[in-house]
T-cell receptor, first 111, second 115 residues
């Protein structure tokens, strides 16, 4: 079992709809959770971080964390073609500098 | 602020050649990282430096060495390049433990091909 798992996709979503991306992790002591966006040929860009159970909203993005079920999700409302990218989930353990990365989910927003 | 910069952007090497990838950050971050990214495998940590003067191995350190030259700069050296080291290399930095969280910020990457 991988430490951080994501569906590789591609996930195809119509423009204007909600895109839902999921990530599960295996280490119960994980404390910090991050979503990165990576356009093809570019470097990962941090879009959301979440540290406690519940929802965190930032513009069209909402991160959801459920530590009991060991999953974190990212919702993108009013999806735009510019949201088409690979979304990487990363998890950090307490007092550990390292992030454990999922392989990413490719998201395609269809006009 | 430039953030995290990397040089070179592209490099082609022959098997057995050596090279150094350079990374610098201007965010006054304590921690710096080197990753490689291969298709379908996500990001894998090669080495990291939690703070100036320290370096530690990550998940895939074999064939690489690093130097934390000062707080700003962290270099990655391939002593004898192999085709298996063909990859995209990313440098990243974060505030580190004194910053409380571990949000990492990435450079633009170096695309390395070893023939």
């Amino acid at each position: 079992q991988k430490e951080v798992e994501q569906n590789s996709g591609p996930l195809s979503v119509p423009e204007g709809a909600i895109a839902s991306l999921n990530c599960t992790y295996s280490d119960r002591v994980s404390q910090s959770f991050f979503w990165y966006r990576q356009y093809s040929g570019k470097s990962p860009e941090l879009i959301m971080s979440i540290y406690s159970n519940g929802d965190k909203e930032d513009g069209r993005f909402t991160a959801q964390l459920n530590k009991a079920s060991q999953y974190v999700s990212l919702l993108i409302r009013d999806s735009q073609p510019s949201d088409s990218a690979t979304y990487l989930c990363a998890v950090a353990r307490d007092s550990n500098y390292q992030l454990i990365w999922g392989a990413g989910t490719k998201l395609i927003i269809k006009p | 602020n430039a953030g995290v910069t990397q040089t070179p952007k592209f490099q082609v090497l022959k098997t057995g050649q050596s090279m150094t990838l350079q990374c610098a950050q201007d965010m006054n971050h304590n921690s710096m990282y080197w990753y490689r990214q291969d298709p379908g495998m996500g990001l894998r940590l090669i080495y990291y430096s939690a703070s100036e003067g320290t370096t530690d191995k990550g998940e895939v350190p074999n064939g690489y060495n690093v130097s934390r030259l000062n707080k700003r700069e962290f270099s990655l050296r391939l002593e004898s390049a192999a085709p298996s080291q063909t990859s995209v290399y990313f440098c990243a930095s974060s505030e580190g433990p004194t910053g409380g969280q571990n949000e990492q910020f990435f450079g633009p990457g170096t695309r390395l091909t070893v023939l």
